[in-house]
């Protein structure tokens, strides 16, 4: 079965990125998932803006299945890596398992004809 995909969303002020210039001072620290601007911590990483308002009890049924082959971790990093695989106009392997995902995924109209910007471009506001 496919999945539709959809996007509606407020208008957004049209902004320039240069894909080439990242922003000065912006570090990533693999280990922690954690950035740090100008030698100072960013409060939240987007894992936890994302489950700030999160119920103790939902986040730990959704850390149950977490890891392991075929927890939701490797089936996102999978999706994640096809997907960005795809918008770079490479060619891409994944393992059959994932296809009931990654499929309807790389079939998504959103990403058909999309003029990609960048790629895993490190992003934060530097007023914030």
Known sequence: MQAECA????ELQAFSLDPMR????LEFFERWHRYRLHGEWLNHSVTEVLSH???PEKMAMIMRYKDGPDGWAA???ACHKALE??????GIIFD???SPWIDPLLDCPL??????????????????
Not at 7 to 10: E, K, N, R, V, Y
Not at 85 to 90: A, C, F, Y
């Open 22 to 25: 990242p922003i000065e001072g």
């Open 85 to 90: 695989t795809h918008l770079s106009g490479e």
């Open 53 to 55: 308002d999160m119920p």
């Open 75 to 77: 089936r996102g990093n």
């Open 7 to 10: 996007h509606s969303g407020p």
């Open 111 to 128: 990403f058909q004809g999309a003029e990609v910007l960048a790629l895993e471009h490190r992003l934060c506001d530097e007023k914030k």
């Open 96 to 98: 059959n398992k994932w």
